[in-house]
């Protein structure tokens, strides 16, 4: 099943002659559970892909689906609300709330949204990230490794459909980059949870089960790393 579609998705910044066409047509599904990366140089357009799938902007012309709702139909109370349920996002530099603690900055999208947490999944997520022992702390009180085991948590804590990190070990040391991207791949596989990552490290690449790689808006190459 098709859990994400990406209907001839365009994006171009600015008119005339000082337009930028970010991304040219760009069309390709992706199934539930599977793990994608995407690679391209810089410039290439893979960070504004990944801003149209978290509809974060919006595109100039195209259709992104997820889970059959087409999110640029949705107005933008009802694409926050979307978003906030249904895509996880892991950014590279974390993006914590300072002022809240580990806790609740795992449990913000659940709290915005007026859910009861769910205390036994919560506790399941927390030790699987290893974080029993900081769930008071503020993010400045915590490692890179453990700001970004606290950005996957809330990413994952409302069962997205999909989860998007953004060069999620970017900002981190070979050791913390693999215990991330371990972390990632048994969410994936353990919790059939749909993940995509947007990397310039080729050997993360070659981890998912498809790699994908835009130049220039387009994607030049969509090979299956393993079936």
Known sequence: M?????????????????????????????????????????????????????????????????????IYQLNETQLAIFRRRQIGLIYQFYNLIPVLTVEENITLPLLLDEHKVDQKQFSEVVKILNLQNRLTHLPNQLSGGQQQRVSIGRALISHPAIMLADEPTGNLDSKNSSEIIDLLKMFNKTYNQTLIVITHDERIALQADRVITIEDGRIANDEVIRP
């Open 2 to 70: 098709d859990i994400l579609k990406i209907e001839n998705l365009s994006k171009i910044y600015g008119k005339g002659e000082t337009a930028v066409k970010a991304l040219d047509n760009v069309s390709f599904s992706i199934k539930k559970g599977e793990f994608v990366a995407i690679i391209g140089p810089s410039g290439s357009g893979k960070s504004t892909l990944l801003h149209m799938l978290g509809g974060v902007d919006r595109p100039t012309s195209g259709k992104v689906l997820i889970d059959n709702t087409d």
